[in-house]
């Protein structure tokens, strides 16, 4: 899945990849607001549960072609016994099960790549009058419902709401009316509720960053990890402020252990899919060793 990301084709290869290798499980574990499924990815059978997700943001779909790749890789080496960027898979996955969620807003990445054909005609009308009149949505972050997934997590979200002052549904940035009031976001949280993730890595674009912390609620050891993360792919390790109610944001301060958000590439979203492979050769090293969290 290298070249483009729209929904059909990440549900195919999740389907051929479960048929193939008896080492991935697929499972929904929620459905969008027009009702398109959520997928997880179960790889491995290790008692370490590491969770890695993509396209919380519907213009940053490059993440979910990226994030299907490693699993592809991480299924073949693991039948074969090749190496995945030194490491031997076998080993990794006796000791981890990577939950991988390609497209966490599967409505919003159909916008974005395939416009306005993608959604029912109810939806039309209000999609262009949030969109300031224009049919080009390549720019929309949001759900179909224009609220930002990522600012939806119970942490200080009433403290996002007021940074961000976006009054109403549009592009971006608009948390929507409560905490999890998007079913795209509920079933994450349901989803990290039900299996206790040890660590966790949200996948963006872009700027080559990770950050690592949550207003001191971060365990101990999140900045040296945050720095091994560094040291594989180039990324810069980042102390971050002035930002809440995110997915890795809720899961620090909700259970107190590593999570990271990795902004791949650079550039200006929607990075261009030429990109992909100079991209994924700096992530992948990252995405292995974050199997070691």
Excluded at 260 to 271: D, H, I, M, R, S
Aim: aromatic share 10%; hydrophobic share 40%; proline share 7%.
């Amino acid at each position: 899945m290298s070249k483009g990301c729209r929904y059909n084709g990440m549900l195919e290869q999740c389907r051929k990849l479960a048929a193939a290798y008896s080492f991935v499980e697929v499972y929904p574990i929620g459905s969008s607001v027009l009702g398109r499924p959520i997928m997880a990815l179960r790889c491995g059978r290790g008692p370490k549960q590491i969770h890695m997700n993509a396209s919380f943001h519907a213009n940053e779909w490059i993440t979910s072609a990226l994030l299907m790749r490693f699993v592809s890789e991480l299924a073949h080496s693991y039948r074969t016994g090749e190496k995945l960027g030194g490491a031997e898979v076998s080993e990794l996955c006796c000791e981890t099960t990577l939950w991988a969620v390609p497209m966490v807003n599967p409505d919003g990445v159909e916008l974005v790549q395939g416009g306005l054909d993608t959604v029912p005609p109810p939806y039309q009308a209000s999609l262009l009058r949030m969109n300031g009149g224009l049919d080009d949505f390549s720019g929309w972050k949001a759900n179909i419902r224009g609220v930002d997934l990522n600012d939806q997590f119970p942490a200080y979200w009433e403290e996002e709401r007021k940074r961000r002052g976006v009054e109403g549904p549009g592009p971006r940035d608009y948390p929507g009316l409560y905490p999890l009031s998007e079913p795209e976001a509920a079933a994450m949280a349901a989803l990290t509720e039900r299996v206790r993730f040890e660590a966790v890595v949200a996948l963006h674009t872009q700027g080559r960053e990770i950050y690592w912390n949550y207003r001191d609620f971060e365990p101990p050891q999140s900045e040296e990890l945050a720095r091994r993360l560094g040291a594989v792919s180039g990324y810069a390790p980042i102390k971050l402020s002035g930002s809440d109610a995110g997915y890795k944001d809720w899961f620090i301060q909700n259970y107190r252990l590593p999570g990271f958000t990795v902004e791949a590439g650079y550039g200006e979203n929607p990075l261009p899919i030429a990109a992909f492979e100079s991209i994924y050769a700096e992530l992948r090293p990252l995405l292995v060793e974050s199997l070691r969290l």
